[in-house]
Nanobody, 122 residues
Framework: EVQVVESGGGLVQAGGSLRLSCAASGFTSDDYAIHWFRQAPGKEREGLLCISSSDDSAYFVDSVKGRFTISRDNAKNTVYLQMNSLKPEDTAIYYC???????????????WGKGTLVNVSS
């Protein structure tokens, strides 16, 4: 069974850090580009960044550049999102998704997780 499971969300104060994990099972995640999205209350889902199958990172929004980094541990079939200098506007449900290409294309994702909530207090 194919599964993508996010974890690591929680409540953090502004300026703090969190590391989210995206654990894949039922497929080899390093064959895919793994993307991180988020959806804030009342807003549309937003693509943030991804890591390609060759471990290149691509950012899709300027708001997280310099603060968020993505990495993968192929031995654990897991991708991580390190989030530093968090701001209240980063509050959202964070999703990871697997797609064949490292481009922002919601319809091009093959597998989605159910999300993990990040709440940044001011």
């Amino acid at each position: 069974e194919v599964q993508v499971v996010e974890s690591g969300g929680g409540l953090v104060q502004a300026g703090g850090s969190l590391r989210l994990s995206c654990a894949a099972s039922g497929f080899t995640s390093d064959d895919y580009a793994i993307h991180w999205f988020r959806q804030a209350p009342g807003k549309e889902r937003e693509g943030l960044l991804c890591i390609s199958s060759s471990d290149d990172s691509a950012y899709f929004v300027d708001s997280v550049k310099g603060r968020f980094t993505i990495s993968r541990d192929n031995a654990k079939n897991t991708v991580y999102l390190q989030m530093n200098s968090l701001k209240p506007e980063d509050t959202a449900i964070y999703y990871c998704a697997a797609g064949l290409l490292p481009v922002l294309n919601y319809d091009g994702m093959d597998y989605w997780g159910k999300g993990t909530l990040v709440n940044v207090s001011s």
